[in-house]
């Protein structure tokens, strides 16, 4: 490749703002997919899809962060991969990729690490909390947890996202993202989109279902406490009857009855019915009444995603679908990593 000149690339390039909005998120494959995936995430992914321009990813490279067996790894990634497809997005209207394949991502990491100070990652609070769970042992605590939110930068920034769709808890991390921007354009010159978080109002968190004060995970492996999108009907039902509710008996939506109330968020989500019309419709009417209507409702909600993601599964289409997304996503990530290097002072 011939190496530009000055007089080719006269200064740092301003920001190349998309000419829409653009959006860009993505799931970690530490474990098989969830409804709480899907609710918190997926669903208004496929229901916005048209009113933005959309970069969805897989991204395995921060599943490495803490130790997962290889041959799991690869099998969660083909899944979710799968599910994104299943549960709605068109490849037309989305550019769905890996974030290992496409390596602008990794690169970019590295050259933010060097413009962000520590004492920004020491404040995380989701590294704080995976550092209490061992005792706050340092020697049980990869590099990669602790700097992983720099990666989750680069992902955002690489594709000058205008917006990321996260949950709440992931909020900090975005705020940590438009910091880095920030730095980095009063350093460099103008040169990154500085995002927006985009968080639902409902649902945006969906809980387990054992216990409902913690986050719905299948990567845990709490028995019960996840309704996996794989899960067969006999499943789903049996793990939301024995769901753990309260011992109260009106059906309200109280967040401070935790069981009760994920139980009614994750009907509102999917019937999209208000919150009025649910509590009317379980007036008088006890928990497993509403359990039992639940399950019917989340059964029938995946059974098509659950059917189109075996096809993908069982054929070569995702494969290529992937592939697709790479080239586009490539083309992107490398245009923005390109402006990046001339404006730290590394030659192409």
Not at 71 to 87: P, S
Not at 158 to 181: C, F, M, N, S, W
Not at 202 to 217: E, F, H, N, Q, Y
Not at 266 to 279: D, K, N, P
């Amino acid at each position: 490749m011939a190496v530009e000149t000055a007089t080719q690339v006269a200064k740092a390039p301003a920001a190349i703002r998309p000419a829409r909005p653009r959006v860009l998120s993505g799931v970690k494959p530490s474990g098989s997919p969830h409804l709480g995936n899907y609710l918190g995430a997926i669903k208004r992914w496929v229901e916005h899809q048209d009113e933005f321009e959309n970069y969805f990813c897989i991204v395995d490279l921060h599943a490495l962060t803490e130790w997962i067996d290889p041959a799991a790894l690869r099998r969660y990634t083909r899944e979710v991969a799968a599910f994104y497809f299943g549960a709605g997005l068109d490849p037309q209207k989305c550019t769905i990729f890996l974030q290992s394949h496409v390596p602008a991502h990794a690169e970019l990491g590295w050259i933010l690490n060097c413009v962000t100070p520590m004492g920004w990652l020491e404040r995380m609070t989701q590294f704080k909390d995976r550092s209490a769970k061992v005792g706050g042992n340092r020697e049980r605590i990869s590099t990669g947890l602790f700097d992983y939110p720099v990666l989750m930068a680069a992902d955002i920034l690489l594709y000058q996202a205008t917006h990321v769709p996260v949950g709440e808890d992931q909020k900090q991390h975005v705020e940590l993202t438009r910091d880095i921007a920030e730095r980095f354009n009063r350093l460099y010159g103008e040169t990154f989109v500085v995002p927006e978080p985009m968080i639902a109002e409902t649902g945006a968190r969906i809980m387990g279902l054992v216990d409902p004060t913690r986050k719905m995970s299948k990567s845990e492996g709490e028995p019960g406490q996840a309704i996996g999108i794989f899960d067969d009907p006999d499943t789903i039902r049996r793990n939301i009857m024995r769901a753990t509710t309260d011992s109260l008996r009106e059906i309200v939506f109280d967040p401070q009855r935790p069981g009760v109330y994920n139980l009614l968020t994750i009907y509102q989500v999917l019937t999209g019915a208000s919150r009025e019309a649910i509590e009317a419709r379980f007036a008088g009417k006890g928990y497993s009444d509403l359990k039992r209507e639940l399950a019917d409702v989340v059964i029938e909600s995946l059974r098509p995603i659950q059917q189109r993601c075996r096809e993908l599964l069982d054929s070569g289409e995702l494969d290529e679908l992937l592939e697709q997304g790479r080239a586009r996503a490539a083309q992107v990530a490398n245009e923005t990593l390109r402006h990046v290097k001339y404006a730290v002072g590394l030659l192409s």
